[in-house]
């Protein structure tokens, strides 16, 4: 069965489509994939990631809600995890962007794997892992 299945993309509702897109593209290097305006519907969908879906790799869906410029975060979200080869680099670049590093870089509690957690422009949680 898990042959037949595979993780898609993960919503996130955002503000500001354009900051977001920004966020995720000019400070993670994601690309955006693809953009979508839904006039009947008065909201915009835009795609972003590192590959797209048909690779096999996740996506984050940011769904732009005319009119709705900011959103309760709620208690069940938790992160979304990025991996990449430089963590300490990566939050110097997002702390001069103006982004909000929320847990510095360092080993994790109990083990040495690398990791960071910086907010997207909506607050969303951003676990940055790192990867060799």
């Known amino acids: 069965m898990s042959d037949n299945y595979r993780f898609l993309h993960t919503m996130l509702r955002v503000g500001d489509l354009d900051k977001s ?15 979508r305006e839904v006039p009947d519907g008065k ?7 590192y590959a797209d879906e048909s690779t096999g790799a996740g996506v984050i869906e940011l769904t732009y809600n005319w009119g709705v410029d900011k959103y309760e975060l709620g208690t069940g979200f938790g992160h979304v995890a990025i991996g990449m080869p430089d963590v300490y680099g ?3 670049k997002l ?18 794997t690398v990791i960071a957690f910086v907010e997207d422009p909506d607050g969303y949680k951003i676990e940055l892992v790192q990867r060799a």
């Open 95 to 112: 702390r001069a962007a103006g982004a909000k590093v929320t847990r510095e870089p360092g080993p994790v509690k109990f083990g040495t």
């Open 90 to 92: 990566t939050c110097d």
């Open 43 to 49: 909201y915009t969908l835009s795609f972003v990631g």
């Open 21 to 35: 897109v920004a966020f995720y593209t000019q400070l993670l290097g994601m690309k955006e994939l693809r953009r």
